[in-house]
């Protein structure tokens, strides 16, 4: 069964897009590339995932980031997901016949900025996922956890690197079923300083081994997104982020996601 939901989301991504005000210094707008600068903002995605070629599911996301503290080095994120699979209409997952998409697990999320110089900066995460997910495909089947460290280099030339290390893992011992995770991601976050400021391109190439599965496998992300103007007191941007896995171990074959966001208000 092919999924309709992306091919709906293109036509609100091109309504929600605006032109960018000539008055405008983009090069001083807060755009989000850079992982340590953190800002007010909102957003809309939806992630297609191409399984094989016989099955394909999806992911919306809603989330809110608010910064708090001194200087704003810190920050809570909130995401309700919404899963689009089949795996969902299937009562053997808890899922009602028909019925693809569903709620899955709410996520809070906190950001410090420990360390930040003009020349790097470092920073904790830890996002805590809320077993609210309607199905049993849609989430974890318990409350998990995921940690991550990074690094971020911004280099002379105006570019970002920031290696980072993510740890996901269960805090109840697995499902109903004894299914858990644990799983460790390696990436190396890049962002190349491009010479019009209304656009950006971020490179997320990162290694992944589950060890429930002792399974290891590659994948590269890159995402493109544009400055769209002034909307809803912000900055918004319309962004596409496809990417391809690699590896015999790869849960998947590729994945295209589209969003829109807005920042700084």
Do not use: C
Request: proline share 5%; glycine share 10%.
């Amino acid at each position: 069964m092919r999924n309709t939901t992306y091919a709906a989301a293109l036509p609100l991504l091109v309504a929600l897009a605006a032109p960018v005000s000539a008055q405008q210094d983009l090069a001083e707008i807060n755009n989000g590339t850079n992982p340590t600068l953190l800002t007010t903002q909102f957003g809309i995605q939806y992630q297609f995932n191409e399984i094989n070629s016989n099955l394909n599911t999806g992911l919306f996301e809603a989330f809110y980031t608010r910064p708090f503290g001194a200087g704003g080095r810190r920050a809570f994120r909130f995401t309700v997901p919404g899963s689009d699979s089949p795996f969902n209409a299937n009562p053997i997952y808890g899922g009602v016949p028909d019925v693809e998409f569903t709620l899955g697990d709410v996520s809070v999320t906190y950001i410090d900025v420990f360390h930040l110089t003009e020349k790097n900066g470092a920073a904790f995460t830890f996002e805590l996922f809320l077993d609210t997910a309607e199905t049993e495909a849609a989430g974890y089947g318990q409350f998990a956890g995921e940690t991550s460290v990074f690094y971020a280099w911004f280099l002379n030339n105006g570019a970002i690197f920031a290696p980072a290390w993510v740890q996901t893992f269960g805090l109840e011992g697995g499902n109903d079923q004894g299914v858990n995770v644990n799983t460790t991601t390696v990436d190396f976050y890049y962002v190349p300083k491009l010479k019009n400021p209304r656009f950006y391109l971020t490179f997320d190439p990162a290694i992944i081994h589950d060890w429930e599965n002792d399974a290891t496998f590659g994948s590269l992300q890159v995402t493109a997104g544009m400055l769209t103007g002034r909307a809803f007191g912000g900055d918004s941007q319309i962004y596409i982020k496809p990417g391809i896995l690699f590896g015999g171990d790869r849960p998947a074959e590729w994945s295209i996601q589209v969003g829109y966001k807005v920042l700084n208000f």
